[in-house]
């Protein structure tokens, strides 16, 4: 089975500089659930990996995140698809800890628990940190124009990064090159 990486707000879901701070306020990008089913259905194992610095704010808690988190496995499950485990950062941008990307503490913590290398895997964000967490340990970074990604790309990105319109897209590559 193959390992893919997927940061969380602007890459599976609409994201909001307000946070996603209730279940309610999660929805997908049209698209993202069918992708993560139909990577699924060809071998993918997918975790999602994500900074979530409104719990240290104080904007939300770990029991709506888990909430969040069970109403993203529910729709996705009802498209034959699923998340293997969400790792994530409660810690806020002034914490100094090292498990909010582009730290990549949480990129080994999760190699660790997996007992697998992260050399090559896949990893999809839409930020610079997630570009950056994904090449410190080795992973393959690759841009989505969805949520913050369409402005990062305009401000420019490491060279050889690959970009795509959104995860559906990165999962047609992906699909594409398995065959």
């Known amino acids: 089975m193959s390992l893919i990486l ?9 994201d909001s500089s307000d946070f996603i701070k209730s279940p309610a306020e999660w929805e997908p990008i049209e698209g993202s659930l069918e992708a993560i089913a139909r990577l699924n259905q060809a071998g993918y194992r997918v975790v999602v990996v994500s900074n979530q610095s409104g719990i240290a704010r104080g ?22 698809g699923k ?19 582009p730290e990549p503490g949480m990129l080994k913590d999760l190699a660790h628990r997996l007992r697998v290398s992260l050399d ?29 990604g369409r402005k990062m790309f305009k401000q420019g990105i490491p060279d050889g990064i690959p970009v795509y319109k959104n995860l559906a897209a990165v999962a047609d590559a992906l699909l594409e090159a398995k065959q």
């Open 59 to 80: 904007l939300l808690d770990i029991e709506t995140l888990n909430r969040i988190h069970s109403k993203m496995r529910r729709m996705l499950a009802q498209l034959g």
């Open 6 to 14: 997927l940061d969380r707000d602007g890459v599976i879901n609409h």
């Open 83 to 101: 998340i293997e485990a969400v790792m994530f950062c409660p810690h806020g941008p002034d914490d100094n800890c090292q498990c909010r990307k």
């Open 120 to 148: 090559n895997v896949p990893a999809v964000g839409d930020s610079l940190r997630d570009l950056q967490a994904a090449q410190a340990v080795g992973a393959r970074p690759i841009l989505v124009k969805t949520g913050k």
